[in-house]
């Protein structure tokens, strides 16, 4: 199983769709969840709410400015790699505080898409669609280009 961890709720419906639509997608190659935290500006009260929700037989993916930047097929590439040894994958995408070192720490594998800041539910669907994307390459079905 794939989840989604997330900071936040979304507010915008064209988000809401395009979330929707890629979520969709996605549950035809692999069962997706997406799990949603309340936001707090205490990062100490989000952590513990991330905290709470975090599955423990699970690898952790924390989505990072700082992280390792992966293209297209890398990333797909290094999803399959996962998968073949992990039933169970954790993205986690932190509010507008980013993410705790606490948090951090559970993460073996931390990756970022951009140096940019993007608003939260944009990038979760920009999260979304690479993971489609990835399924459908590693699948050698048309979508990539």
Do not use: W
């Not at 400015?65 to 998968?83: C, P, V």
């Not at 559970?106 to 993971?131: D, V, Y």
């Amino acid at each position: 199983m794939i989840k989604i961890i997330c900071v936040g709720k979304i507010k915008e419906k064209y988000l809401e769709e395009l979330i929707k639509d890629y979520f969709l997608r996605i549950n035809k190659y692999h069962k997706l969840e997406i799990v949603e935290v309340k936001d707090n500006e205490d990062i100490k009260i989000e952590t513990s709410n991330l905290l709470k929700v975090l599955p423990k037989n699970s690898y952790n993916i924390a989505l990072y400015i700082n992280g390792k930047t992966y293209d297209s097929l890398e990333f797909a590439n290094y999803l399959n790699n996962l998968f073949n040894h992990n039933a169970n994958i954790n993205f986690i995408i932190g509010g507008s505080n980013g993410l705790s070192p606490e948090i951090l720490d559970l993460c073996p594998t931390k990756i970022s898409f951009s140096k940019l800041t993007f608003p939260h539910g944009l990038f979760r669907g920009i999260l979304l669609e690479q993971i489609y994307r990835a399924f459908k390459i590693n699948n050698n079905e048309c979508y990539h280009k």
